[in-house]
Structures are given as structure tokens and as C-alpha cells.
């Protein structure tokens, strides 16, 4: 079965082409999609350079937009999305779109026995991480699922297509949104052990908290299906 593997990238030029190489050469039968989220430097060009299918959006949105924009575009039988980084090696990519055999929805975790994590991330996001996982995933949302944000996710082509439709969110909160429709659809999602490393540079501010919380009440609490 054909695989597509999407990467959502906004300024990412400092590291995509190096990611881009470890995934070629690793995932080489893998459809690589590149979505340049608006960026202002040169990830397009390097993109490009390096082969893969790049789809290009003028302003940028956030990563959710862009992963939406890949699901809708991507041809795989089973269909997913990793970080623009090296903190999950293409083995353990492999991994989680392997346990599709025995789920709709395979999720990379950090917060497993089995898991391993070689470089930390830095304190303050990790306890903000825990009281996020706490009080917005499994409270507000009834999600029983111990790492929301991991950043590898993958699934059947037809429950992408469906997300992808179906959800509101654009930035960084998607991932929830995402897991809570597939649950409220009845898909089953499992999590799926890795080894993880902090990679610096990430484009996700501890700022960008408060938006994310904002934009998950009204998601909740309003009725937004």
C-alpha cells in the first residue's frame, strides 16, 4: 500500500534540505509532500531541490492549514504527517504507520514506558505540556491519550480525507481537535512508543498557548462539529 508522508514547514530553511535527505533516503518508496506555509525564505527552493512534491501556500496559516492542505492532496492508501525536524528517526516513522494494521489512527508518544527520550526538552515546556495533556486533553476533551502534540501522526486515506474536512482549526491545537473528531466519528487511534529527541529551533512559541486554549473552548463548548 502507498504511503504519503507530509511535512508542514514555515522558515524551516536552516534544516529542511538535512531532513529532507534522512527521509529520502530512509522512505525513499514514501510520497514526500513538502507544505510551505507561507514562508518567507528559502524553504520552497530547497524543497525542490531535493525532489519532492511541494505545495506552496502564499500566506501563512498555520501548521493545522498546512497539514489539511497535504491530506487533501496526498495519494497514499495511509496517510501522515511529521514535524519539519529530526526528533523522531524514520525507523519509528515507519513504526507508527506500520501499527495502522491494528487502528484507524496511529500516534508517535513520548509518555510510554517503552519510549525513550535521548534529549529533553527544556523544563517549562514540559510541565506546561503535562498541565496542557491534563486539564485540556483528557479534562475538556475526554481524549485518553497521554501525548497529544508528539509530532508524527498517521492514518487510513479515508479518515484523512475526512479530518481534513472536517475540522476548524488551523494552528497548533489542531492535533486535538483532530483526535477529538476522529473519536466523536468512532475511529479507533492508538499510540505507538518512539524514541524522541528535542530538536531546538521549533516553531512553536510557549506564547502561542493562550490562542491555543482560546481556540479549543470555543471548539468544545460552542458545538462546532
Not at 496517510?79 to 501499527?99: H, L, M, T
Not at 466523536?184 to 492508538?190: A, C, E, H, Q, T
Not at 510557549?206 to 468544545?220: A, C, E, Q, T
Amino acid at each position: 500500500m502507498m504511503r504519503s508522508l507530509i511535512i508542514p514547514a514555515y522558515n524551516e530553511e536552516k534544516r529542511i534540505g538535512e531532513v529532507l535527505e534522512i527521509l529520502l533516503k530512509n522512505l525513499s518508496d514514501y510520497e514526500i509532500i513538502v507544505v510551505n506555509d507561507g514562508s518567507k525564505d528559502k524553504t520552497e527552493k530547497i524543497a525542490l531541490s531535493k525532489g519532492v512534491k511541494v505545495i506552496s501556500c502564499k500566506k501563512n496559516k498555520g501548521k493545522g492549514h498546512a497539514v489539511k492542505i497535504g491530506f487533501l492532496h496526498a495519494n497514499g492508501d495511509f496517510i501522515g504527517f511529521v514535524d519539519a525536524d529530526k526528533s523522531i528517526d524514520p525507523k519509528y516513522i515507519k513504526k507508527v504507520f506500520d501499527s495502522l494494521s491494528q487502528a484507524d489512527i496511529a500516534i508517535a508518544t513520548r509518555r510510554n514506558k517503552k519510549s525513550k527520550i535521548v534529549i529533553q526538552q527544556p523544563l517549562i515546556r514540559r510541565l506546561a505540556s503535562l498541565i496542557f495533556n491534563i486539564f485540556v486533553v483528557r479534562i475538556m476533551f475526554n481524549l485518553n491519550i497521554s501525548d497529544s502534540q508528539c509530532g508524527c501522526k498517521a492514518m487510513k486515506k479515508e479518515v484523512a480525507k475526512y479530518l481534513a474536512k472536517k475540522t476548524i482549526s488551523n494552528g497548533f491545537e489542531f492535533d486535538v481537535e483532530m483526535l477529538w473528531k476522529a473519536k466523536l466519528k468512532g475511529y479507533k487511534i492508538i499510540e505507538v512508543p518512539v524514541i524522541w529527541k528535542h530538536e531546538k529551533n521549533s516553531t512553536f512559541n510557549l506564547l502561542n498557548g493562550p490562542k491555543m486554549f482560546l481556540s479549543l473552548i470555543k471548539i468544545r463548548f460552542r458545538g462546532i462539529r
